[in-house]
């Protein structure tokens, strides 16, 4: 439902990943993992189509509706009326939340958004992309939103997700873990000068790249970070 080749993600001046190949079919429910500043966010938000990559490419079989860690929604619009013009004419309202966005907190913005997204999945498979949807719900709650996204992949959806409640250890089918990211000064590309037994060599390579030719026996000799 989603392929990515070769991508590479930024965030301002800094790059977070760089060669990332990822496939994510119908019926997934994929973590994304990591530790805080790692990508993860940045990464879904390049998945959805919100922010092109530095470089590779994104292509989708389906259409996507994505979900932020914080949902901005017009204040004076009440919520029942957001998800009508957004085209969820079926998604309820969750309960309590049909007044004015501009009074909900950051979680019940998030439900808002949460049920809209549900909502079109029920008509069609999409590519969910849902950045701690977990995040500041109740315990019952979460475990419905478990249910409904379980739901949605068994229809045909793919979702994939970030969390940090452990709610993915339950719902997961696979997960990504970025591990430690890519320092925020790691440059995408460096040309290295290698030696070995006597063998010189001049190459760019990226990070997979150089641990290939290290465990070939080669050692560095220099190094110059590309812009």
């Known amino acids: 439902m989603i392929h990515a080749q070769g991508v590479t993600v930024g965030r301002g001046r800094n790059v977070l990943m760089t060669e990332l190949d990822l496939e994510i079919g119908a019926g997934e429910l994929v973590h994304v993992a990591g530790p ?32 932020p860690e ?71 709650a979460r475990e419905d939103l478990g249910e409904q996204l379980a739901a949605a992949a068994a229809r045909g959806s793919a979702v994939v997700f970030t969390d940090h409640t452990r709610a993915a250890t339950i719902h997961a089918t696979r997960t990504i873990n970025l591990g430690g990211g890519m320092p925020a000064h790691a440059p995408a590309a460096v040309r290295i000068s290698l030696a070995r037994d006597g063998e010189r060599d001049a190459v760019v390579v990226r990070e997979p790249q150089l641990a290939a030719r290290l465990a070939d026996g080669w050692e560095i000799s220099d190094a110059e970070a590309l812009p």
């Open 70 to 140: 914080r949902v901005a929604l017009p204040g004076g619009m009440r919520a029942g009326r957001w998800l009508r013009l957004s085209g969820a004419q079926d998604a309820p309202v969750p309960p309590g939340l049909d007044r004015a966005c501009g009074s909900l907190s950051k979680g019940e913005l998030q439900k808002v958004a949460l049920a809209g997204a549900l909502d079109a999945a029920r008509t069609r498979p999409l590519l969910l992309a849902l950045d701690e949807p977990w995040a500041g719900l109740d315990p019952d």
């Open 36 to 67: 805080n500043g790692c990508g993860k966010s940045s990464l879904l938000r390049v998945l959805a189509g919100v922010v092109e990559p530095r470089r590779g490419r994104v292509t989708r079989d389906a259409p996507c509706a994505f979900v």
